[in-house]
């Protein structure tokens, strides 16, 4: 059983979020797998989805709901998990095979190389896949002195990056973040959608816009000065697969 994790908390994403996940799950694997979902609220969510409690974690209130929260997914035991698990943000889209995430260097933490710092060793977390257990210092350090750490690194997957013991980047065609690799540059946002490659299994929605909103051509922008290069056209293909 191949088991994939997401988390939910707040409200900016809410149980639908966790079931357009658990569908896309369910047509991109081909081996039995699970969606285990952390949240501190199951209320709509699939009743096959199984849901568990967000593990405890020394946060200043302000960060309580930001990714440092995610740490709790290096903590030892982990619910009745074990094993490999993919963990997989709810602002992306599936597009391609997860059971290729699961062979791809078993054993391992796997990480998005993030887009904006190609070079510098740094992972993006949105999609990860790790062995439970292995690397509970990351979790353990953290809890040790919270205060050194938010103090050393501005996030959380910053801090992974430069304190886990074993690495290693996905494909780099694997996964594309929406905004930085798929939208066309100005001028030409405002007059081609962005393409999906063949190759991408997962599409990062970090940031503005949403799924949503980028599959209708919305992108929300408080500054008026920002409309004037901040846009998306409507991206159909966001539908097929989301």
């Known amino acids: 059983m191949q088991t994939v994790i997401c988390m939910k908390w707040g409200t900016r994403y809410g149980p639908e979020f966790v079931n357009r996940l658990w569908g896309a799950v369910r047509r991109n694997t081909v081996r039995p797998t699970r969606l285990v979902c952390l949240t501190d609220d199951d209320t709509g969510v699939d009743p096959a ?56 260097e078993a054993g391992r933490y796997c990480v998005i190389e993030n887009w904006t710092q190609r070079g510098q060793g740094n992972g993006n977390t949105s ?50 973040s929406f905004k930085h690799t798929l939208l066309p ?10 393409e999906l490659p063949k190759e991408t299994k997962i599409v990062a929605f970090t940031g503005k816009p949403d799924q949503d909103e980028a599959l209708r051509g919305e992108w ?22 989301w």
């Open 185 to 194: 540059r100005w001028p030409l946002n405002f007059l081609k959608a962005p």
């Open 49 to 104: 989805v199984e849901c568990r409690s967000i593990p405890e974690i020394d946060l200043p209130p302000d960060l309580i709901n930001t990714p440092w929260r995610k740490l709790t997914l290096w903590k030892a035991p982990l619910h009745d998990l074990s094993g490999d698990v993919l963990f997989l943000d709810l602002d992306l889209v599936v597009t391609g095979s997860l059971d290729d995430m699961f062979d791809f």
């Open 220 to 241: 929300p922008v408080r500054a008026g000065w920002k409309k004037l290069y901040k846009h998306v056209r409507p991206t159909p293909w966001i539908a097929e697969h």
């Open 127 to 176: 999609a990860f896949r790790f062995p439970v257990g292995e690397h509970a210092y990351i979790y353990d350090n953290f809890q040790a002195d919270p205060q050194r750490v938010l103090s050393s690194y501005r996030v959380e997957q910053l801090y992974i990056s430069r304190e886990i013991k074993d690495m290693v980047f996905w494909p780099a065609l694997w996964c594309a």
